[in-house]
């Protein structure tokens, strides 16, 4: 059986719009223009203070990112499923791969207290054992390999039968990190970082995984 570790925004859930309008909210909190919605999603993936950090600009004092931070937490918390959907396929291959015996946890860096109740409003609560947020081992984030480390110290499943599954760069490295394999998603928020950072291999759907791991158990 396989440990199957998931990434989340861009990954399984399309949640750019929410985190796009989020971020452009709290730089009108600042009373600062909007950002295009693409400029928005390259900062993503890095946890909320680094998103706002960027979204405001290196050289934001910290004072000024703090409270802009305290505010994205609020209205993201509340806003977050405005427009989130899991993408096409999912929830089925999900299912499928829980069926068949395999393990599946979430490692992100969005704050924990959201991808799990993300997951369960998606309907995904009870597909995994684990979800592991931003904070869930502060200060360390991905791509500190400190989470998959965790996973493989809880389900005792071999590095070998382990595969981070992600949109970016901070996923492969992740996975380099902890010495395991890298999958790929190309329908996700950052595929480009993948020249610098290429995945072992990558999918074009998430029914793509579920065939995967069924011809390597064969």
Not at 56 to 68: F, H, I, T
Not at 87 to 110: C, F, I, M, P, S
Not at 147 to 156: C, D, N, Q, V
Not at 212 to 217: A, S
Request: glycine letters at 8%; proline letters at 6%.
């Amino acid at each position: 059986m396989y440990l199957l570790i998931f990434d989340l925004d861009g990954t399984l859930v399309d949640s750019k719009q929410d985190l796009i309008d989020s971020v452009n909210a709290t730089r009108g909190f600042m009373n600062m223009a909007p950002l295009p919605g693409p400029v928005v999603a390259r900062y993503v993936g890095r946890g909320a203070m680094a998103l706002i950090q960027s979204a405001l600009g290196e050289s934001a004092p910290v004072a000024d990112v703090q409270k802009a931070h305290a505010f994205f937490i609020q209205y993201y918390g509340e806003h977050m499923l405005d427009k989130t959907v899991l993408y096409d396929g999912v929830h089925e291959a999900l299912d499928a791969l829980r069926e068949r015996g395999h393990t599946l946890a979430v490692l992100t860096n969005k704050p924990v207290r959201f991808s799990e109740r993300m997951m369960e409003r998606l309907g995904l609560g009870k597909h995994f054992v684990r979800i592991y947020g931003g904070n869930s081992f502060e200060p360390k984030k991905k791509p500190d390999p400190v989470g998959i480390h965790a996973l493989l110290s809880e389900t005792g499943l071999p590095k070998q039968r382990t595969i981070m599954v992600g949109d970016s760069s901070v996923d492969i490295r992740t996975a380099r990190n902890a010495s395991v394999r890298a999958c790929g998603v190309t329908w996700g928020f950052q595929p480009e970082t993948f020249v610098a950072e290429p995945p072992d291999f990558t999918i074009d759907h998430m029914r793509q995984l579920h065939e995967r791991i069924l011809m390597e158990t064969r």
